[in-house]
C-alpha cells in the first residue's frame, strides 16, 4: 500500500512543483495520475497536514506547495505516506503460535523492516523535490 501511495503523493507533489503558478484542481491533478479524484483528494489531506500543501476552496480554489520545492525533501513525502506502517508489510493471516517459527516471526520481521524504512527514509533524505522535478 506504502509503495502506491507514495508514488502517487510525489506524482501529485512533482506536478505542483512543475505548475507553481495558481491553484491545481483535484481533478486536473488525478488526470494526469489516471485515478480518482477523491483518491488525490485523500493523499492531498494527508499532504496539507503535514504541511507540505496548502489548499484554497471555491471555484478558483485548489491546491499548491506551501513552501519551495527546493526545501522538501522526498523523505518529507515518503514519511506523508509511510503513517505508522512499515514499506513491507506482514502476512495478512496469523502465523502458528504453536510453531518455533511463527510464534516470533512477526517480532523478528519488525525489526528487519524498521531497518529497511530508515534505509529508505535516509536514501530519500539526498533528493529535493526540486531536483526530482527537474528530471521532467
Known amino acids: 500500500m506504502v509503495k502506491s501511495k507514495f508514488s502517487a503523493s510525489l506524482h501529485i507533489m512533482t506536478l505542483l512543483a512543475l505548475y507553481t503558478e495558481g491553484w491545481r484542481t483535484s481533478t ?6 489516471n485515478i480518482n479524484p477523491v483518491l488525490v483528494r485523500q493523499e492531498l489531506r494527508k499532504l496539507k497536514d503535514a504541511g507540505l500543501v496548502e489548499s484554497k476552496e471555491g471555484k478558483y480554489g485548489g491546491v499548491r506547495l ?3 520545492a527546493k526545501n522538501i525533501l522526498l523523505s518529507d513525502i515518503f514519511e506523508v505516506v509511510k503513517e505508522n506502517n512499515h514499506l513491507l508489510d506482514y502476512r495478512s493471516d496469523s502465523p502458528s503460535k504453536s510453531c518455533r517459527v511463527g510464534n516470533q516471526i512477526n517480532s523478528v520481521l519488525d525489526s ?9 527514509i535516509e536514501k530519500l533524505q539526498d533528493t529535493t523535490l526540486e531536483s526530482f522535478k527537474n528530471k521532467f
Open 28 to 33: 486536473k491533478i488525478a488526470g494526469s495520475i
Open 66 to 68: 506551501a513552501k519551495s
Open 112 to 120: 528487519l523492516y524498521s531497518e529497511i524504512d530508515i534505509a529508505v
